[in-house]
Each structure stands twice: as C-alpha cells, then as structure tokens.
C-alpha cells in the first residue's frame, strides 16, 4: 500500500457562545482543518488540526494547508502508511517543529493502519488498558457569575462531573466564580483553573492562595510559557498541583519541565503535540516521572476527539 495523495478540508464552525480565555478576543467560531489521507489501495485515513491562536502557537489555516500541500504531501507520497515514525521524521526534519501541520497527517496514517488491519488504532497501540474515561466541560470567561453558573448548570445536567474554568483576567471574578460552582455543586464535581498563561508569577500566587481551600485539582499553566523557574516555584509555595500545558510541546519540553520539578501535571493536546504518535511517547515520559496526565484538545471536532478516546483507550 502506498499513499498517493493528501486532502485539505478547511472548516470555520460557529460555536455556539462566544469562546473566551484570558488572552485576546471573544472567539466566534473555530477554524479546524481535515485532513484525508489516500492510498493507492483506495483505503483513506483522517486527521484533524486546528489553526489555533494563543500564547505559544499561531497557526493561520492557509498556512497549515500550504505547508501540508505544497511541502509534506510530495515527501510522502508514494510511502507506506505503516511507516509513521519515518515518515514523521521526514516532516520534522524538513521542517523542523510544525506540529500543528504534522498532527492531522500523523493522525491519518494511524487511521489508515488501523482500517487496513480492521482494528481501532488503540489496539496499535499496546492493546485496551480501560474502557472509559472522564471527560471535562470547559467553562469560558463569562460577563458575570450569573452566566457562568448557567454555563456549568447545563454541563452538569449532560452528566459532566469534571469543570475547566478559565481565569486569568480579574482576580476577583476567578475567585467569586470559584466559590459559586464551589457552593452550587459541593464535593460532586472536580474543579480545575486555567490562566493560559496570563499571570505574573505574583498574580499568580496571590490568586491560588485565595483558592486553596476550595479543593482546586490542579491550577494549568498558571504563567508564561517560557517561565519554568516561576512554575517551579508555584510548586513549592502553594498546596495547588501545577498543571503544564502552554510549556510542553515537544518530548524535550517535556524533560526540561520534568527536571525542574516544573509542574506535576501535564496537558497535551492532539493538535499541539503533534498528533498521537508524539503524544503517545509524551504520555510514557510523563508516567515515567510520577505527573499525572490530562489528554485534552483544542476546541476541535468528533475527529480529533476521537484520537484522543483512542490514545485513553491504550
């Protein structure tokens, strides 16, 4: 079986509320990318990326189909696409770190392996180890707290027991917002904030201290990207976990975060990491030094949803 060519499908999709983080505008809708795989064998696989905006990526969409198009699809076509760890060596190599681009067709070639040999690509990938996993709602910034509770109401009536908050803009709002989804929902729900990296590493501190005592499972990427010594220190001076996300996105990343003690907790994400092959080694890395590990995505569609299901699978 070889590859002979590779589909780009762009896609803007509304969301249904605007979607807003601590750093830029309100966002309107999603720009994701399909991709499809084809083989000379007619079978084809998918993979999806987004061009995604935020401290530590920004990905334009005509960026990713040009690099995908004009620069990955004449390196594979005509290989195996069995061969994904070469072929993902290829792309990396020629050029160097465009994850977000290499995610969606390192995704596709799993894909293709998978319905080749008839099997779900987790059984590629050492065989099922669960057969669920819990997932997260993910509460973005609202006006008020009033509109929050609202948001998180109508996740919890869907079953969700597992809440992102996004916080990072006006303390005192975070910290209203962590008391109301504290005194609605009691111990029933599993909280967890998310700064995106907006806070300095004062902020920072002054903030996780108000919300200590309110059972935070872990406070992600509380400050900038490229400030491991500041993370390091979170560790030390609150009882929060320090979830690393905006700082890790190769498997080196990853080390340098381990060897400073960084964080305990790590966030990938399919498109960020590179798609499941890479993640997959971040995850083995990651159990290696004792962090536990939060498979996640950007905002994406059932495609990239489904590769994460398949990597939680394994």
């Given at each position: 079986?070889?590859?002979?060519?590779?589909?780009?499908?762009?896609?803007?999709?509304?969301?249904?509320?605007?979607?807003?983080?601590?750093?830029?505008?309100?966002?309107?809708?999603?720009?994701?990318?399909?991709?499809?795989?084809?083989?000379?064998?007619?079978?084809?696989?998918?993979?999806?990326?987004?061009?995604?905006?935020?401290?530590?990526?920004?990905?334009?969409?005509?960026?990713?189909?040009?690099?995908?198009?004009?620069?990955?699809?004449?390196?594979?076509?005509?290989?195996?696409?069995?061969?994904?760890?070469?072929?993902?060596?290829?792309?990396?190599?020629?050029?160097?770190?465009?994850?977000?681009?290499?995610?969606?067709?390192?995704?596709?070639?799993?894909?293709?392996?998978?319905?080749?040999?008839?099997?779900?690509?987790?059984?590629?990938?050492?065989?099922?180890?669960?057969?669920?996993?819990?997932?997260?709602?993910?509460?973005?910034?609202?006006?008020?707290?009033?509109?929050?509770?609202?948001?998180?109401?109508?996740?919890?009536?869907?079953?969700?027991?597992?809440?992102?908050?996004?916080?990072?803009?006006?303390?005192?709002?975070?910290?209203?917002?962590?008391?109301?989804?504290?005194?609605?929902?009691?111990?029933?729900?599993?909280?967890?904030?998310?700064?995106?990296?907006?806070?300095?590493?004062?902020?920072?501190?002054?903030?996780?201290?108000?919300?200590?005592?309110?059972?935070?499972?872990?406070?992600?990427?509380?400050?900038?990207?490229?400030?491991?010594?500041?993370?390091?220190?979170?560790?030390?001076?609150?009882?929060?976990?320090?979830?690393?996300?905006?700082?890790?996105?190769?498997?080196?990343?990853?080390?340098?975060?381990?060897?400073?003690?960084?964080?305990?907790?790590?966030?990938?994400?399919?498109?960020?990491?590179?798609?499941?092959?890479?993640?997959?080694?971040l995850w083995a890395l990651a159990s290696a030094a004792g962090m536990r590990i939060y498979p996640g995505n950007h905002p994406?569609?059932?495609?990239?949803?489904?590769?994460?299901?398949?990597?939680?699978?394994?």
């Open positions: 079986m070889k590859i002979t060519e590779i589909e780009t499908i762009p896609l803007r999709l509304p969301f249904a509320q605007p979607f807003k983080i601590s750093q830029g505008a309100d966002r309107e809708w999603l720009e994701t990318l399909i991709v499809r795989v084809h083989t000379d064998e007619g079978i084809v696989g998918i993979g999806e990326t987004q061009a995604w905006r935020r401290q530590g990526s920004a990905e334009l969409m005509w960026n990713l189909v040009r690099t995908i198009k004009d620069h990955f699809e004449p390196l594979i076509a005509g290989r195996s696409p069995f061969d994904i760890g070469g072929i993902l060596h290829t792309l990396n190599e020629a050029l160097y770190n465009t994850l977000y681009a290499q995610a969606a067709v390192a995704d596709a070639l799993y894909d293709i392996a998978g319905k080749a040999v008839g099997l779900p690509v987790h059984k590629l990938l050492g065989g099922e180890c669960r057969d669920r996993v819990r997932v997260c709602g993910l509460l973005a910034m609202k006006p008020s707290v009033a509109e929050l509770m609202e948001s998180a109401q109508a996740f919890y009536e869907r079953g969700f027991r597992h809440f992102g908050l996004k916080i990072g803009i006006d303390p005192r709002q975070d910290l209203a917002n962590v008391v109301a989804l504290r005194d609605r929902f009691g111990d029933r729900v599993v909280l967890r904030v998310d700064a995106n990296g907006a806070l300095t590493y004062d902020a920072a501190l002054a903030l996780l201290t108000k919300l200590e005592p309110y059972d935070i499972d872990a406070a992600e990427q509380p400050i900038a990207i490229w400030d491991l010594d500041g993370l390091a220190a979170l560790c030390r001076a609150t009882s929060i976990p320090i979830m690393a996300d905006e700082s890790v996105s190769t498997d080196h990343s990853l080390l340098e975060v381990i060897r400073r003690r960084a964080a305990t907790v790590v966030q990938t994400k399919i498109a960020k990491n590179g798609g499941m092959y890479r993640v997959w080694r994406s569609t059932s495609v990239a949803t489904a590769a994460v299901a398949q990597l939680c699978a394994a």
